[in-house]
């Protein structure tokens, strides 16, 4: 029996198992190989890494696990987690399938993150990650010098406009049909931001004049608005089912229901990264660090944990 089991090799899984490896734990990660960053062609926001590749940063994450003798990665995926509830303490714990067998552990860690719902405009999913982003933190520098396209009516909006005004050049909002709420079209009027009602066509690449990549959002009447980036913002979901196997507490925005240190609902499980959140935060927190941090503490939670049970 691991002393655990984190399943994600992103970096909040990749983090635990440092943590974890640190004070020698036995530990087994799990990884399918489906990153959320997958579609970007550079990682931004990120201390030390800023323009590295998502898939570098996670080379070099391995790299640094690669050090520590008690820790296993395995590129594999997990299909099934359940309670071993056993009446002898050092018994009970988590058993992990996947297609090689079974795996057990007395204390689980989840890091299997979210996956994105784009919205479906035809175009806008072979340009996310590129021109096409939902973070100006992670993509809005790079869109400087360029008009930037904002894509719906929600309350994304407003803040979006907010954050790009100081780098774009100019702003269209394209409710592709939506209706802005009266008090969000005063605060882009208030800004300048140009307003597009006409439901979009679709989206398409284009090389900008300056010989930038940009987007063309062609509008049903034909018409097209030239853009250097265009912000969209997907929905999400749990990328993994073991929230709904476990029966785990979920908050309003479907994350995994977490306190401080990454402890979920059910005793001997933590979470850390894209699919958790604290009531700390009004939703959750994604970026690359903020799902390292969160790893990190999930995992010294974890340990300490181990503590209680003399192990
Ligand atoms: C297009 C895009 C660009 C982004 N750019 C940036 C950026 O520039 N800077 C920034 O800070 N943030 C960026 N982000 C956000 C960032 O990607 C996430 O916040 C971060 O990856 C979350 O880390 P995580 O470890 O929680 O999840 P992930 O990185 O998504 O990792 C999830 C892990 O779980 C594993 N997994 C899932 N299910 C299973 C299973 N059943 N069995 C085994 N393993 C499983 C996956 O294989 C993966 O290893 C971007 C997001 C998107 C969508």
Redesign the pocket.
């Given at each position: 029996m691991h002393d655990a089991i984190v399943?994600?090799?992103?970096?909040?899984?990749l983090q635990a198992a440092l943590t974890l490896g640190r004070t020698h734990r036995d530990v087994l990660l799990?990884?399918?190989?489906?990153?959320?960053?997958d579609?970007?062609d550079a990682?931004?926001?990120?201390i030390g890494h800023d323009g590295d590749t998502p898939a570098q940063f996670r080379a070099a994450a391995r790299r640094d696990v690669a050090r520590y003798a008690t820790v296993s990665v395995r590129d594999?995926?997990?299909?099934k987690v359940r309670v071993l509830d056993d009446d002898a303490p050092d018994r009970r714990g988590f058993e992990v399938s996947t297609a090689d067998g079974t795996e057990t552990a007395r204390r689980l860690l989840l890091?299997?993150?979210v996956v994105?719902e784009l919205p479906p405009t035809p175009g806008v999913a072979e340009l996310?990650?590129t021109v096409a982003?939902?973070?100006p933190y992670?993509?809005g520098h790079e869109y400087a010098g360029t008009r930037v396209g904002i894509l719906g009516a929600g309350p994304h909006v407003g803040h979006v406009a907010g954050l790009m005004a100081r780098i774009a050049t100019g702003l269209t909002v394209l409710t592709d049909g939506g209706e802005l709420t009266e008090e969000l079209r005063a605060v882009l009027d208030a800004r300048g931001v140009e307003v597009v009602t006409e439901p979009v066509a679709r989206v398409e690449p284009h090389t900008l004049r300056d010989g930038g990549a940009g987007a063309r959002v062609v509008l049903d009447g034909g018409t097209a608005v030239e853009v250097g980036g265009l912000m969209v913002a997907p929905k999400q979901r749990q990328?993994?089912p073991f929230a709904e196997q476990l029966g785990l507490e979920l908050r309003d925005s479907g994350s995994v229901a977490i306190d401080a240190f990454g402890r979920t609902s059910l005793p001997g499980v933590f979470a850390a990264?894209?699919?958790a959140h604290s009531a700390d935060f009004p939703t959750a927190v994604?970026?690359?660090?903020?799902?390292a941090a969160a790893g990190q503490m999930a995992a010294a939670a974890l340990g300490a944990d181990l503590l209680t049970i003399g192990r």
């Open positions: 399943i994600g090799g992103g970096p909040a899984g799990l990884d399918a190989g489906r990153y959320r960053n579609p970007a990682m931004h926001n990120v594999a995926e997990a299909f890091a299997t993150g994105d996310f990650g982003a939902h973070c992670c993509h990328a993994a990264g894209d699919l994604s970026s690359v660090l903020a799902a």
